[in-house]
């Protein structure tokens, strides 16, 4: 269930793939705890971790789109094996996975632009082991695009000036290229556009944050554009921004994963050794339950991105599903692995804060995922456009296979116009649920009956739908609907038995009730509204049997099993 360094041989994958997933593990435990830790500290700049890279092509292999990979069928951008290395990177360090994602946000616009001149020009890049960045927020308004205040101006013959700053740009001190957003100064068009970080013309202004990662501020002082740098205009540069989010933001939940799988052995470890009051702490009961809310928790978070990995890949003009499910990788995975920490820093306390635990570089870093690529909150407003045709709209849609093939991933760069999401059409998720017949599956469907008759019959009003505090408690109630959904598909695919998915379903019944309680309180509530969310607060099935069968050979065999070199 869980991704163990130590005896995971990637046999799912291609000989090439294989090699590079082995070979970053090596370059790790080679590196080793103690100076993982130390570089950390001192904010060192993973210079050794770029020079691996480029010795061993694997930004080139990873992130090269077939079409550019001068017949090498082993490049190609394929999400399933990207995703093993998110997990290895963040299971290590967030900072290694920082530099792998936003070189992957600033590939974005450069595989979704016409330009091919740029497109062959990065492929050779990558070769050379260059990283890339994604020029997008502001330090002024963020990531509001609308008031985006770097300008681009024509001087005609195809000829512009830039001039503006960036601010929050990961990667930018040493970008081969920084995929740049603007407008164009005389027609007020977005753009986006390619710049060299050496340039004379473009000031690094600062690291911003006090870490590994170099998170820049930047300036262009009248950098010299041609329209071979252009990327895209108009309607395309703004479609190609918000759909290079919808490829990066995919990553967040991965890295979430591999961060609380190597914090969970950690500290599983340390509680089953530790002895207080004459007793292992692995033996008082409210421990197992935090290690068993930790495990299920994580193994949900994984069960869920696999099964969205599937309809990420095979999306398409027709099957925007994935919009949806990937929404809820980057919002709902990253928020569970803040909730996977804090339980497990309940167990370990104090133990948690010292220098030499890779869980106090985990706790902090958790935090920051669920913030990138769009926080939360914005995510949450996505998902609510997908309520109406989720619930009371499906379609009918072949059965979705599993997508570990080794295929590069067309689509992702030619994903089309951002808009109408309104109108996507899911198929029917009353197939997973009926499909299982577990008593806490059964009581988190009755749930969901309240929550649909709640939509039907109590549907906010116009105030309510006004009010995000309002709609982010209606929203979670419909995202761990969808989350179930594939946590189910998933586990019949991987045949995982019934009383791991029936302990899954435990704290999910927990958590429906306490978002229907949190509706409840709503200042706007209605008294309608407030009697449904009341038939919604469920307590989950109690098995004694179950849970100790979870404790004994899920959660308390892991123990001793992972430990990273010193």
Known sequence: MLFNPKNEKFEHLDKRSKEIMLKTVEFFENKGKAKLKEDDHKCVWYEDFLNFVKENMIFATLLTPSEYGNDNPDIRWDTARNCDFNEILGFYGLPYWYTWQVTILGLGPIWMSPNEKVKKN???????GGIFAFG???????????????ALTPLGDGKYVADGGKYYIGNANEAALVSTFGKNSETNDFVFFAVDSKHENYECVKNVCNSQNFVAEFALH?????QAEVLSAGRDAWDCALNTVNVGKFNLGWASIGICTHAFYEAITHASHRNLFGKYVTDFPHIRQLFIDAYTRLAAMRLFSLRALDYMRSASAEDRRYLLYNSIVKMKVTTQGEEVINLLWDVIAAKGFEKD?????AARDIRGLPKLEGTVHVNMALIIKFIANYFFNPDEFPEMPNRNDPKNDDFLFNQGPTKG?????????????SSVDLPNINIFKEQIEVLKEFFLTATPNEDQGQNMDFLLSVGELFTIVAYGQLIIEKSKMENIKDHIIDQIFDFMVRDFSKFALQLYSKTSSTPQQMDLCLKMIRKPFVNPERFENVWQNYVYVLKDTYEMTP
Do not use: C, Q, V
């Not at 997008?136 to 770097?150: C, F, P, Q, V």
């Not at 635990?357 to 570089?361: D, G, K, N, Q, R």
């Open 122 to 128: 990065t492929a050779k890049l990558l070769m050379e």
């Open 136 to 150: 997008l927020s502001e330090k002024a308004h963020g990531a509001d695009l609308y008031s985006s205040g770097m």
């Open 222 to 226: 009248s950098y010299p554009i041609t």
């Open 357 to 361: 635990m890779y869980f106090e570089a």
């Open 421 to 433: 999401l309104g109108k996507i059409r899911f198929h029917d998720s009353g197939i997973a649920y």
